[in-house]
């Protein structure tokens, strides 16, 4: 038996020497960060990509949830979801803004809506969804949620590259948008992040924002952090943008797999793609109902663990069980009843683009008893 370690995810890496060609270009121009050629080509090339109108890249995707709150000026309470990352909830309290959490809806993960009313204080400022494992949160009715209630709406799309809803991309929802390059992300740049915008003003906000404040080279119009990707991360950007496509179907096709091999498995349940949209794969979440599998989700997670198969439980514990969060009073279990199932029940099996037919068979065989 071939026990080659299986990891959840392998990251997207361009050609060695394509990249030391551009390498070459840096090192001879010795401009190597500061809104280099690469950075802006980058900004062009993710727009039309990705399209959306504008859009501000970061040295990684967690300055930029920091940066949007601080270029909307959220203060006070924000509502968010428990069932994310922890950087969602720490880039609020990286403001100074309370997290509410709500409950999610257990049909896209993301924030339930009809939860959201109740949530809502004098205090309340802003809502903070998530589009978790890429799944377009129920964007219409949290933005008229918003909008009755004069909230702005700020969307962690970490999980989102490349989204679309009906041709539509899912970054231009809410007020901003945010993306992480991280290595573990469908698409990445090693560290990185980004902004998605509607318009050139809060563009020039956000470029701001991210570089100390500076508007011109002697004033300084807020007090921004330094958060500007540099030109080498840049360039690899460019590289890897050529071919997240490819690797977004290799994707597609270990979901086929998943899906046909896993659909009969009594116990286990799993998402189909959602009708109109252009999903990213970045994920493969499964649910483990103990009762009916005849094994608790841990109990599978550790036997996969000693076949060498290391799936992930993304995202358990939940951000609200944390201990820097867990006496907010909206954190107790009581409030967030899917939240804490889908918690308590999810495996994230291995995706990337390399993983084998034989490496799918490994992991599916543990699975189907
Ligand atoms: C990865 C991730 C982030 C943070 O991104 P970094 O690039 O690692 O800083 C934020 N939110 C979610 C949901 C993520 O998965």
């Known amino acids: 038996m071939n026990n080659k370690t299986i990891l959840v995810t392998?990251?997207?890496?361009?050609?060695l020497d394509e990249f030391n060609q551009l390498l070459h270009e840096i090192?001879?121009?010795?401009w190597v960060t500061n809104n280099g050629t690469f950075h802006k080509q980058l900004e062009q090339a993710l727009c039309e990509y990705l399209k959306v109108p504008y859009i501000s890249i970061f040295t990684n995707g967690t300055l930029p949830l920091i940066t949007a709150l601080q270029a909307l000026r959220v203060t006070g309470e924000v509502i968010t979801t428990p069932y994310s990352f922890v950087a969602t909830t720490h880039a609020l309290w990286w403001n100074g803004?309370?997290?509410?959490?709500t409950d999610i809806d257990p049909a896209t993960g993301g924030l339930d809506p009809e939860r959201i009313e109740e949530a809502i204080t004098p205090r309340t400022t802003a809502i903070m969804p998530v589009h978790v494992y890429g799944k377009p949160c129920r964007t219409a009715e949290i933005q008229a949620i918003a909008?009755?209630?004069?909230?702005?709406?700020?969307y962690d799309a970490a999980h989102a590259f490349g989204v679309e809803v009906n041709g539509e991309s899912v970054l231009k929802e809410g007020d901003l948008s945010t993306l992480s390059f991280h290595a573990t992300k469908v698409y990445n740049t090693l560290e990185g992040g980004a902004l998605v915008m509607h318009d050139e003003?809060?563009?020039?906000?956000?470029?701001r924002l991210k570089n100390f404040g500076f508007a011109g080279e002697t004033e300084v119009v807020a007090p921004g952090i330094n958060s500007k990707m540099d030109e080498v991360r840049a360039a690899y950007g460019l590289l890897n943008l050529r071919q997240v496509d490819a690797a977004i179907e290799a994707?597609?096709?270990?979901?086929v797999s998943y899906r046909a091999a896993l659909r009969d498995v009594e116990g286990i349940t799993f998402w189909d793609d959602m009708p109109g949209v252009r999903h990213n794969y970045s994920?493969?979440?499964?649910?483990?109902?103990?009762?009916?599998?005849?094994?608790?989700?841990?109990?599978?997670?550790?036997?996969?663990?000693?076949?060498?198969?290391?799936?992930?439980?993304?995202?358990?514990?939940?951000?609200?069980?944390?201990?820097?969060y867990r006496g907010l009073p909206s954190a107790h279990?009581?409030?967030?009843?899917?939240?804490?199932?889908?918690?308590?029940?999810?495996i994230c099996l291995p995706m990337h683009h390399e993983l084998t037919e034989a490496d799918i068979n490994r992991i599916i065989q543990a699975i189907v008893k």
């Open 10 to 15: 392998s990251p997207l890496l361009p050609d």
């Open 27 to 30: 090192w001879d121009s010795k």
């Open 97 to 101: 803004i309370r997290p509410v959490f």
């Open 147 to 154: 909008d009755k209630y004069g909230l702005k709406v700020i």
């Open 201 to 207: 003003k809060m563009k020039q906000r956000i470029d």
């Open 251 to 255: 994707r597609h096709q270990v979901a």
């Open 283 to 324: 994920y493969f979440p499964i649910f483990i109902d103990a009762d009916r599998y005849g094994m608790t989700r841990d109990e599978l997670y550790f036997k996969m663990r000693e076949q060498g198969i290391l799936g992930r439980r993304y995202f358990y514990p939940l951000i609200s069980e944390f201990s820097t």
């Open 333 to 346: 279990p009581d409030n967030l009843p899917q939240a804490t199932r889908m918690a308590n029940s999810v």
